[in-house]
């Protein structure tokens, strides 16, 4: 059974920080590029962070440059987003995504809510 499941959300401050964990099982997490998405009411969900198989190469939205960092370890099948310097524009759920480019195959986690409010 595929599974991606979130954790780590919450309740922050302005100029808090969070850590968002994804566990995955039921499939190959290393040969799967895994990103961070999110969707805030009323807006269309957009792309967070990528983070290639072996972890070589990153990539990020514009507006969370210097301030979020994605990262994997794929002995725990799990990719994290660290967020620092957060602002209540970063309110959304976000959800995590596995995608094997090769064969058009991708799966998505159910969420976790990030608030950032004071």
């Known amino acids: 059974q595929v599974q991606l499941v979130e954790s780590g959300g919450g309740l922050v401050q302005p100029g808090g920080s969070l850590r968002l964990s994804c566990v995955a099982s039921?499939?190959?997490?290393?040969?799967?590029?895994m990103s961070w998405y999110r969707q805030a009411p009323g807006k269309e969900r957009e792309l967070v962070a990528v983070?290639?198989?072996?972890?070589?190469?990153?990539n990020f939205l514009e507006s969370v440059k210097g301030r979020f960092t994605i990262s994997r370890d794929n002995a725990k099948n799990t990719v994290y987003l660290q967020m620092n310097s957060l602002k209540p524009e970063d309110t959304a759920i976000y959800s995590c995504?596995?995608?094997?480019?090769?064969?058009?195959?991708?799966?998505w986690g159910q969420g976790t809510q990030v608030s950032v409010s004071s």
């Open positions: 995504n596995g995608k094997n480019v090769y064969e058009n195959i991708d799966f």
């Open positions: 039921g499939f190959t997490f290393s040969r799967y590029v």
């Open positions: 983070i290639t198989t072996y972890g070589r190469s990153t």
